[in-house]
């Protein structure tokens, strides 16, 4: 299947990152422009690793000094608030990100962003959808932060493959230490 978006955002926050502050990017093989660290990346409700307490899979991962800082999903084809909604509130509930290539567990910071990031392009001019989802995102934000989880700030932008998306480049840089 074909993810231009996937790859744009993967490439430029790998490039972004590429040095210092213990910085891992973990990515979606969506996200991988070749196959160099590409993976699944499963979130799960607990440290233990079962198909009963894995919550999702998210699309980019960014961990600093051992601990999951940043969750990015992308969305490219489906943009309805179901969708939109439900990939927050999993990753939200969420406590670890375990996989063998990185050595077991990995739990959240104390404070974890959520982006989200939604392609344009397919969307017809005059379209009610962006206003949709921003109302989405402003719904969001004003329930943060969510009881019992360290996920405390909703960023949502949109986008094609076109785009720089230096503002959420900007975002990043700014949440890690």
Request: charged share 30%; glycine share 6%.
């Amino acid at each position: 299947m074909n993810h231009p978006l996937h790859r744009k955002i993967g490439t430029i926050i790998d490039n972004a990152l590429n040095a210092g502050k213990e910085i891992k990017v973990i990515k979606d093989p969506a996200c991988c422009t070749d196959s160099h660290g590409k993976q699944h990346i499963p979130l799960f409700g607990s440290d233990v690793k079962s198909r009963s307490t894995r919550y999702c899979c998210v699309d980019l991962l960014i961990l600093q000094e051992d601990k999951i800082r940043i969750i990015v999903e992308i969305e490219e084809s489906d943009i309805k608030p179901t969708q939109i909604c439900g990939k927050f509130l999993t990753s939200a509930l969420s406590k670890n990100y375990i996989h063998k290539k990185d050595n077991g567990s990995k739990e959240m910071s104390e404070s974890v962003a959520f982006i989200q990031v939604v392609d344009t392009s397919k969307l017809k001019d005059q379209s009610k959808k962006i206003r949709q989802i921003l109302q989405l995102k402003e719904s969001i934000s004003q329930i943060l932060p969510l009881k019992g989880s360290p996920v405390n700030k909703y960023e949502l932008y949109f986008g094609t493959e076109k785009s720089d998306f230096e503002d959420m480049l900007g975002f990043i840089k700014s949440q890690l230490d």
